[in-house]
Nanobody, 116 residues
Framework: QVQLVESGGGLVQAGGSLRLSCVAS????????AGWHRQAPGKQRELVAT???????NYAESVKGRFTISRGNAKNTVYLQMNNLKPEDTADYYC??????????WGKGTLVTVSS
């Protein structure tokens, strides 16, 4: 049974920072790609950032220069460092992993609220 658990969300003022963590447990096998997505109230889920097994990263235009995705040394942990947060970053943030068999796993999300 594979589980992804996100943490690190919370309430922060505009301009502040948060670091989200995603820890994966279970038989994941090799991770092909990991990513963070977010869903604001009344909106569709959108991609925030991804990182491949080789370390290549990709970001949504709205977060470039402010967010950084990285993987932990244990390889089963993914981080999202969020700086200069804006009210429009308020959303539930979800971690996902795709293994080399193409199976996608999702966490249950962590809420980020940015006050103006």
């Amino acid at each position: 049974q594979v589980q992804l658990v996100e943490s690190g969300g919370g309430l922060v003022q505009a301009g502040g920072s948060l670091r989200l963590s995603c820890v994966a447990s279970g038989s994941i096998f090799s991770i092909n790609r990991a990513g963070w997505h977010r869903q604001a109230p009344g909106k569709q889920r959108e991609l925030v950032a991804t990182i491949t097994g080789s370390g290549s990263t990709n970001y949504a235009e709205s977060v470039k220069g402010r967010f950084t995705i990285s993987r932990g040394n244990a390889k089963n942990t993914v981080y999202l460092q969020m700086n200069n947060l804006k009210p429009e970053d308020t959303a539930d943030y979800y971690c996902n992993l795709i293994n080399t068999f193409g199976i996608t796993y999702w966490g249950k999300g962590t809420l980020v609220t940015v006050s103006s």
